[in-house]
């Protein structure tokens, strides 16, 4: 069994990271789930490694996103020069 903890949001990422966090059960940030160690699992908690905190190996909270979807500004709230 690997016991795993979600310790950063998914506002913002993709759907398909998002869907990841559901599928490995989490539904609440700071949740530890027991899950079992597959193939299929192991490749789920890499594939959301920065989000994911995996027991027995370091994790470091991400200094930039690098998953982010990126938004463009408004151009009506900064055409008024502010």
């Given at each position: 069994?690997?016991?795993a903890t979600?310790?950063?949001?998914?506002?913002?990422?993709?759907?398909?990271?998002?869907?990841?966090?559901?599928?490995?059960?989490?539904?609440?940030?700071?949740?530890?789930?027991?899950?079992?160690?597959?193939?299929a699992?192991?490749?789920?908690?890499?594939?959301?490694?920065?989000?994911?905190a995996?027991?027995?190996?370091?994790?470091?909270?991400?200094?930039?996103?690098?998953?982010?979807i990126?938004?463009?500004?408004?151009?009506?709230?900064h055409?008024?020069?502010?």
């Amino acid at each position: 069994m690997i016991t795993a903890t979600w310790k950063k949001s998914a506002i913002g990422y993709s759907e398909d990271m998002k869907a990841t966090i559901v599928s490995l059960g989490f539904r609440k940030l700071n949740q530890t789930r027991e899950l079992p160690d597959t193939d299929a699992v192991r490749g789920m908690l890499r594939k959301v490694d920065f989000m994911v905190a995996v027991e027995g190996q370091p994790w470091k909270p991400p200094k930039r996103a690098r998953y982010k979807i990126p938004r463009t500004r408004s151009a009506k709230k900064h055409s008024r020069g502010r």
